[in-house]
T-cell receptor
Framework: DSGVTQTPKHLITATGQRVTLRCSPR?????VYWYQQSLDQGLQFLIQ???????AKGNILERFSAQQFPDLHSELNLSSLELGDSALYFC???????????FGSGTRLTVV | GENVEQHPSTLSVQEGDSAVIKCTYS??????FPWYKQELGKRPQLIID?????GEKKDQRIAVTLNKTAKHFSLHITETQPEDSAVYFC???????????????FGKGTHLIIQP
């Protein structure tokens, strides 16, 4: 157990739907990062939050959004889902940007 | 933005031999270079990292070297064992004071196969 908790582990949904992925960082970690892993695109950085504030944005689609709550857990919202959104979504956390990231076990999203 | 190239995409070595995976990066502002190991169906796990003020770092059978001038860094695994079989990812990031950072930019990964 890495200490980073992601729920759910698996999610199957239809095109056009909206889902929410949840991440609880390790105790004491202030930074949360979201990554998408697909076979053809590898690990793609989506977005980072630090202590409740958005700090950096990567290749995140406009249909996707995220937030970090006062208790530091984070949610990634994916809407108007397309078949190509099927992927593993990882959350990672770190104490701050000067320390290595610890990844959660991921949420496998399948859009049918 | 940052671009990280990783080679080779697949590497097969005999058990006990050494394995070397190479990465290049494009952004001279990048100053943090971690390596992750990912076994099938599992999460990426940090195995070693290096910062731009260091040229080499070693941890038992694993070492990483960094050449800032050439913008490349490499992972060296010696005395390979079957449990080293996995996909290895290099990454680069610009970490700055105050807790912020650009997100890690990952290479495409190297599938390391250890032949018995």
């Amino acid at each position: 157990d890495s200490g980073v908790t992601q729920t759910p582990k698996h999610l199957i949904t239809a095109t056009g739907q909206r889902v929410t992925l949840r991440c609880s960082p390790r105790s004491g970690d202030l930074s949360v990062y979201w990554y998408q892993q697909s076979l053809d695109q590898g690990l793609q950085f989506l977005i980072q939050y630090y202590n409740g504030e958005e700090r950096a944005k990567g290749n995140i689609l406009e249909r996707f959004s995220a937030q970090q709550f006062p208790d530091l857990h984070s949610e990634l919202n994916l809407s108007s889902l397309e078949l190509g959104d099927s992927a593993l979504y990882f959350c990672a956390s770190s104490v701050d940007a000067n320390y290595g990231y610890t990844f959660g076990s991921g949420t496998r999203l399948t859009v049918v | 933005g940052e671009n990280v190239e990783q080679h080779p995409s697949t590497l097969s070595v005999q058990e006990g031999d050494s394995a070397v995976i190479k990465c290049t990066y494009s952004d001279s502002a990048s100053n943090y270079f971690p390596w992750y190991k990912q076994e099938l169906g599992k999460r990426p796990q940090l195995i070693i990292d290096i910062r731009s003020n260091v040229g080499e770092k070693k941890d038992q059978r694993i070492a990483v070297t960094l050449n800032k001038t050439a913008k490349h860094f490499s992972l060296h695994i010696t005395e390979t064992q079957p449990e080293d079989s996995a996909v290895y990812f290099c990454a680069a990031s610009n970490m700055y004071s105050g807790g912020g950072a650009d997100g890690l930019t990952f290479g495409k990964g190297t599938h390391l196969i250890i032949q018995p």
